[in-house]
């Protein structure tokens, strides 16, 4: 009940009494709103791991601008392979490398270098296997090409390139020169000569390479 009083001749003011106020309502309202706000916040595990997986493709996307799916088709050695994609024949020779087949064709001492190469390769048969016994045929391999040669993930994010490096079947390129690979073809090569593995228990890069001076 409201009364409008008039008192000692000042101002008329409101008497307000026993005037129930129902707040149920609105707190019910403010309670579903505060449950629909909570829905929204949490993502179930299925979205988080595509938003994870968006993030990811995003972070590698400079480096790796075109990576793509092939299906290995043929090994003809170690330092060769072909892929198909779409239909279209991929000539796949390992990047940023000298592989031993190539030095046979380049050697700085021929004769020696070749000599030196079938050495190996008869105390050593699997090494001359070693793309046939590590790649599989028909499987698909993410890959990329570069001026430089093809680059092929062939055990996760490890390249054929490092892998043949880190068997001591091939040298770094010394005409190769890219910073985003740089550090890691040197690193296996490296752990490879640390461990004599591979042609750096032999003479090969000695009759194979010209050392510059």
């Known amino acids: 009940m409201i009364k409008i009083k ?15 106020v129902d ?22 595990k299925n979205e988080t791991k595509i938003v994870r997986l968006l993030f990811f493709i995003l972070a590698i996307a400079p480096l790796h601008a075109e990576i ?5 088709s043929s090994i003809e050695s170690n330092a060769k392979q072909t892929l198909l994609y779409q239909n279209r024949v991929i000539p796949c020779e390992p990047f940023g490398i000298v592989t031993l087949e190539k030095m046979v064709q380049n050697g700085a001492s021929p004769q020696e270098c070749k000599k030196a190469v079938e050495t190996f ?25 570069i001026p430089e040669g093809c680059v092929l993930y062939a055990n996760g994010t490890e390249t054929y390139s490092e892998m043949l490096l880190r068997n001591g079947l091939a040298l770094v390129d010394p005409a190769f020169d890219q910073n985003e690979w740089n550090a890691k073809l040197k690193r296996a090569e490296a752990g490879a000569e640390k461990e004599s593995q591979g042609l750096h228990e032999t003479l090969i890069r000695k009759w194979c390479i010209k050392e510059e001076k």
């Open 6 to 20: 008039q008192k000692y001749g000042c101002e008329p003011f409101l008497n307000v009494k026993n005037i129930p």
């Open 121 to 145: 390769y008869a105390s050593h048969p699997h090494r001359r296997q070693f793309a046939r016994e590590h790649l599989i045929l028909q499987q698909s391999y993410h890959y990329e090409t």
């Open 23 to 44: 707040l149920s309502f609105r707190v019910k309202i403010f309670l579903k709103v505060s449950k629909k706000r909570k829905k929204i916040t949490y993502m179930s």
């Open 68 to 72: 793509t799916i092939g299906l290995l």
